[in-house]
């Protein structure tokens, strides 16, 4: 059995693509995630994807649109709640919610999602059984 990982990423628009990548390998390396092995995970009506998909690029890692219906399958896992994106998108948090719905059904999150001044991080585990 191994795993997957999936690293969503929640983001104001007009966020830097560097910003992203900065915040994802910080992230992945606190939780001892090789971020490279790990698919990036965004909103799939997000505004912004050509950013994301050029971090995606700069990280050298598979990128994954999820539609909103998805995340809000996993909003009772989530651990964050933030009000501001309750209101918007009716979830919790949008970057946990992103990991959990790119990595699958029974996947969980590392941690809470980890905030930077644009961009919200998360990571969750999946099984590839």
């Known amino acids: 059995m ?13 966020f830097d693509a560097q910003e992203l990548v900065t915040l994802v390998r910080a992230t992945a390396a606190r939780l ?7 698919t990036l995970a965004a909103l799939e009506t997000h505004e912004d994807k050509e950013s994301f998909a050029r971090a995606a690029k700069l990280l050298h890692m598979h990128i994954a649109f999820v539609p909103l219906a998805a995340l809000q399958r996993r ?25 959990l719905a790119a ?11 980890v905030a930077a ?13």
């Open 2 to 14: 191994s795993a997957r990982y999936c690293i969503g990423v929640g983001a104001r628009k007009g």
């Open 32 to 38: 001892g995630v090789d971020w490279r092995e790990a």
């Open 75 to 99: 909003n009772a896992d989530v651990l964050t709640r933030s009000e501001r994106v309750m209101a918007t998108f009716g979830l919790g948090s949008l970057a946990e919610a992103l990991a």
């Open 103 to 113: 990595a699958g059904d029974g996947s969980r999150l590392l941690a809470p999602r």
């Open 117 to 129: 001044k644009n961009l919200t991080c998360a990571i969750a585990k999946g099984d590839l059984s």
